[in-house]
């Protein structure tokens, strides 16, 4: 079962379009909320006037930030540092705004297309002051001699390189539903996601409830990439409506919502010096860098700049390192983690430093790679960085031989030639590697709880959540796997807070490691129960029985068992067993992407023609669900290499609020993309070996297109920015070739 | 917030637009009055679907020498069209590009004038075969040439008491050659960076229809004869025309890339006219 690309249990109900997503659902006496935004991104509030508003048709209520002034701020779920604390969001403006899009007053209606409107009654009176960036605070981390390093160096590199500002969308808005159950005096959340028991206890928090009074009902969900399901400040807003009312309040985000009040993220300027020695070895990498966070900083804390400098150095052994971050507040919609946060800039930035000091050497980049990877006889390897409470140990990995795969896969040196002539042919084509370390499988803990019904049937209820990743299938499979029945028996139950006491939902890449891991566990636990009860019922001691494909029998004696069904309701009721997975450390995959462009001599346009991900995800579950993720992830990484930008204007006027102008690559950009599974490092850390398999396509895609756009123009190591746009592209093309 | 109307005849619809004191527009595929509707400045007190007006000119006809495209000529019918294909090629093509199919089976060609955005990708077409715009108001009918219909982004010399009622595409001579190019930043729906439409009349003189280079859609004057087979000299006379482009830059390319993508594609646009057998009007 494990390592079949088994059919999604998921698909059925979304192909017959029987799933249900937020917006989807209704209650009765259900209102309406919508969210009144600033248009100014940067002033102080003169006046809120909510007379008009308080007098249309159809209106519920009408609140600003004066009437939710006993709510705190949100509070951070990650990585939280003190110098942040003035800057989280309160979840309506108080006083002044700080970015277009940032809720200022909220509106209740009977439906929908009222509140709507009503929205554009309520006049809000912002005195605009000069935009104010402030630096909150530096992050810094170090490890080795750096400055040693410098004075040893044969080749010195100091490259300025900015990655934009771009983000996930997913196909469905955010949205929820908030409904006090009269029954059982419950205020159920319905919509929430990612993070259903944070977010149910965060809001209970918040607004003062009793913890056990607060439901989380997870929906399906039309995609997460990690910024969908995180505490924002709307979910707080209609909690707090629906109590205020006592009524069921909905909310569903619109488009241009989303585009100005969902999280962006990137957004990074760097500053690298490194240091090189005359073969072409890396000794120190000296990185400085300013991470635009946006208005606050949310759930998220320090999560995303602490991570790119974490996971900076990759797969290589740079025996000295040196990384300051700093965290800038700016007047633009505030930034989280998005798919491979943090480490599709450092992957660019470490990946466009290994290329500079290829050129610098006079070698060629691949050896240059190969000399500067962590040998497997390191592993595991201390990187002395910590990052999420966590210290950085790459638990397992053959990086050399990841890269002969992807190397040999390409066959590098043919196509080499063949790029080669093609060039001397009048073409403008090029090939980019770039290698890469992602993280996954973030603690501290995981529970499941399974149970067996009387039909034989089995129950796996987790703390987990989906963002569409296939949680149910892999999960079932890995029940099946260890109780040797037909993983379509089997239901998994995510994302309801009732269901279970704790449970951390889905983001890190961890749900297969860690919810993967305590299903194990509690398979395991089962198997125990089982064969204690039976011992009793079939007469035979506890080691004479064994396990056979959902029966307990006596060894020896074929006719002699009970199936699990049986023992539970002989055993007067269900058979059921609990287990948990708990870790300190992160599990660390790892890969390389390969492209290969075609830039458009006269327009600068970068047509894809081939795509290879190499990924070493330790053990892989369903190859076809990694294989989804990869192609999915890389369409994202392409995205935001070549396409994807919230441009600002002057006075922080958002310039893309439409799908107009957000340019995500659609089925013509996007590439088939060859994927190379392997298993060569299984993760010593948890009892199936596995990585987390969700962020590996996005990572290194910035990396590999920037080299292959500029071995395709000929101007090596003219690509610093991404997205690199066609008129970045002839820019550098009219430029003259840069020396060496 | 607007009322919606659906008259049954063209008087009708003139009479609603005056009962709007100006606040009245017209509303066809909606493609792009819905899209803006709550967020126009000058957003609409009435809105005049006229899809069931009945005494409109017919969609598309098809004259000796002209083409007349009513209010209701969509671009999926505009773009199928073998006639078009054949004598209008750089119209058909453009037709083409817009949007999707789902948006080309609602977008209205008038719509796309009377939207009168610079990069509205059917006019640099409609320009080089040198249409014309018919209106009726409550003064009657006036008809005035194409280039003459536009003022600034948005704006038309369509009065707020006034609709379009046709546009004239006079069927070029025999010999005449034409083609559309169009950049965009990716291949799915997207608007254009820049485009331009180019005809070739039989004795090779050149006018460029020019898309997203200036405040409303350009056409150029006509060349003198150009020698077709030296790529110098269409590329010497492109030079020349494109210069009444006056691009800006914008998220989806600087100014600078737009002067020069302009030339580029002018160029492929003569040189695919020109290679194109199926553009040859017989
Ligand atoms: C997703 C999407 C993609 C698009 N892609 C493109 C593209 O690639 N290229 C492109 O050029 N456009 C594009 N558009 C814009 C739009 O589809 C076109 O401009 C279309 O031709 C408009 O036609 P319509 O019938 O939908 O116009 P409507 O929206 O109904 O009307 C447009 C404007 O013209 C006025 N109007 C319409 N008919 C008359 C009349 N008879 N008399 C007076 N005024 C009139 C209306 O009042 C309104 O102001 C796109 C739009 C969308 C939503």
């Given at each position: 079962m494990i390592g079949e690309s088994v059919h999604r249990l998921e698909d059925p109900p979304l192909l017959r379009g029987d799933a249900r997503f937020v917006a989807d659902i209704s209650f009765p006496n259900e209102a309406h909320l919508r969210v009144v935004r600033s248009e100014v991104a940067c002033g102080e509030i003169v006046d809120i006037d909510v007379s008009e508003a308080l007098r249309a048709d159809g209106v519920v209520g009408v609140w600003t930030g004066e009437d939710l002034a006993a709510v705190p701020p949100i509070d951070f779920r990650q990585i939280g540092y003190d110098e942040l604390l003035p800057y989280r969001q309160t979840v309506l403006a108080r006083g002044s705004v700080r970015y277009v899009g940032e809720p200022v007053a909220i509106v209740v209606a009977e439906d929908a297309y009222m509140a709507e409107d009503i929205a554009e009654l309520v006049i809000v009176d912002i005195e605009p002051l000069d935009l104010a960036p402030v630096e909150a605070m530096v992050l810094e981390g170090e490890y080795g001699l750096v400055d040693q390093a410098f004075c040893e160096a044969h080749h010195v590199l100091d490259l300025e390189l900015t990655v934009g500002r771009h983000s996930g969308i997913p196909m469905e808005t955010r949205g929820l539903i908030a409904r006090p159950d009269p029954e059982t005096g419950r205020l159920e959340l319905h919509g929430a996601s990612k993070v259903p028991h944070y977010t149910c206890a965060a809001i209970s928090t918040m607004l003062n409830l009793d913890p056990h009074t607060v439901v989380g009902r997870e929906c399906a969900v039309g995609g997460g990439f990690g910024i969908r399901g995180e505490l924002y400040p709307e979910d707080v807003l209609v909690a707090w409506a629906a109590l205020q009312l006592n009524r069921p309040v909905k909310w569903i985000e619109d488009r241009r919502e989303h585009l100005i009040a969902a999280n962006h993220s990137r957004d990074q300027r760097h500053r690298v010096r490194a240091a090189v020695d005359?073969?072409?070895?890396?000794?120190a990498v000296d990185d400085e860098f300013w991470y635009d966070q946006g208005a606050y900083v949310r759930t998220?804390?320090?999560t995303v700049p602490s991570l790119t400098a974490a996971m900076l150095p990759g797969p290589y052994a740079f025996p000295a390192y040196r990384s300051r971050g700093h965290i800038v507040l700016s007047n633009k919609t505030p930034a989280g983690t998005y798919r491979a946060p943090g480490r599709f800039e450092a992957t660019f930035v470490c990946e466009r430093v290994v290329e500079a000091a290829a050129r610098a050497a006079g070698l060629d980049p691949v050896s240059v790679r190969r000399r500067n990877l962590i040998w497997p006889?390191?592993?595991?390897?201390?990187?002395?960085l910590s990052v999420l409470g966590t210290s950085v140990v790459l638990d397992s990995g053959d990086y050399p031989r990841i890269l002969d795969r992807l190397i040999d896969h390409i066959e590098f040196e043919q196509l080499e030639t063949d790029l080669a002539r093609r060039r001397s042919e009048g073409e403008q084509v090029g090939l980019g590697i770039g290698m890469f370390v992602e993280k996954s499988g973030l603690g501290p803990f995981d529970d499941v709880e399974i149970t067996v019904r009387d039909d034989g049937s089995v129950e796996v209820v987790t703390g987990a959540a989906s963002v569409g990743q296939g949680i149910e299938t892999v999960i079932a499979q890995i029940c099946a796997d260890d109780l040797d029945m037909d993983y379509r028996n089997i239901e998994v139950v995510h994302g309801q807070t009732d269901r279970i006491s704790r449970g951390m939902g889905a983001f890190a890449s961890r749900v297969t490691v860690m919810t993967g891991s305590a299903t194990r566990f509690a398979t395991d636990a089962v198997k125990d129960v089982a064969r204690d009860l039976a011992a009793n019922m079939l007469e035979a001691s506890v080691e004479d029985l064994e396990y056979r494909a959902g029966a307990i029998g006596v060894r020896g004696q074929p006719d002699r068992s009970l199936t699990l069904a049986e023992v539970g309701s002989a055993s007067g009721g269900e058979l059921r067993a609990k287990a948990s997975f708990t870790t300190d450390h992160m599990t660390y995959p790892y890969g390389a992407h390969a492209v290969v462009v075609v830039v458009d001599p006269h327009t600068g346009q970068v047509e894809i023609e081939r795509y290879v991900v190499a990924y070493d995800v330790g053990r892989a579950i369903n190859p076809m669900l990694i294989e989804g993720q990869i192609q999915g992830g890389a369409a994202q990484g392409i995205g935001g290499a070549l396409l994807e930008d919230f441009l600002y204007d002057g006075v922080g006027q958002p310039l893309v609020t439409s799908f107009m102008d957000y340019l995500m690559p659609t089925a013509s950009e996007t590439p088939a993309v060859e994927v190379l599974l392997s298993e060569d490092a299984p993760s010593p850390s948890n009892p199936l070996g596995v990585k987390g398999a969700g962020e590996g396509g996005t990572n290194a895609c910035g990396a590999a297109l920037a080299t292959a756009i500029e071995q395709a123009i000929g101007r090596p190591g003219a690509v610093t920015d991404l997205p690199v746009t066609p008129s970045m592209i002839k820019a550098l093309m009219k430029a003259a070739p840069a020396g060496g | 917030m607007a009322t919606y109307c659906r008259p049954r005849t063209v008087s009708e619809v003139l009479a609603a637009l005056a009962n709007a004191e100006g606040r009245g527009r017209i509303l066809v595929g909606g493609t792009d009055l819905l899209v803006h509707l709550r967020k126009d400045p000058f957003a609409p007190t009435v809105v005049v679907d006229i899809?069931?007006?009945?005494?409109?000119?017919?969609a598309v006809e098809i004259d000796d020498d002209v083409v007349r495209f009513g209010p209701t000529a969509r671009m999926a019918e505009i773009s199928g069209d073998p006639f078009i294909a054949g004598h209008l090629p750089a119209l058909g093509a453009s037709a083409r590009v817009v949007g999707s199919i789902a948006i080309r089976n609602r977008a209205t060609l008038v719509g796309n004038i009377c939207n009168a955005s610079p990069a509205a990708d059917t006019v640099p077409a409609l320009f080089v075969y040198g249409s014309t715009v018919t209106l009726t108001g409550p003064g009657g009918e006036r008809t005035l040439p194409l280039v003459e219909f536009f003022v600034g982004p948005g704006q038309t010399r369509c009065g707020p008491d006034e609709i379009v009622i046709r546009i004239d595409v006079p069927i070029p001579d025999r010999g005449h050659r034409s083609a559309f190019q169009r950049l965009t930043r990716r291949r799915g729906v997207d608007l254009a960076t820049v485009s331009v439409a180019a005809g070739v009349d039989a004795d090779a003189r050149i006018v460029l229809g020019l898309g997203c280079v200036g405040p409303t859609p350009l056409v150029t004057d006509a060349s003198p004869p150009v020698d077709l087979t030296d790529p110098a000299a269409i590329e010497g006379a492109v030079e020349e025309l494109v210069s009444i482009a006056t691009p800006i830059s914008d998220v989806r390319a600087a100014r600078d890339y737009r002067e020069a993508m302009v030339r580029v594609l002018a160029v492929r646009a003569v040189q695919s006219a020109t290679a194109a057998s199926g553009g040859v009007s017989s």
């Open positions: 005359q073969d072409g070895f890396i000794t998220h804390g320090a006889e390191a592993m595991p390897f201390d990187r002395q | 899809k069931s007006v009945n005494d409109l000119p017919p």
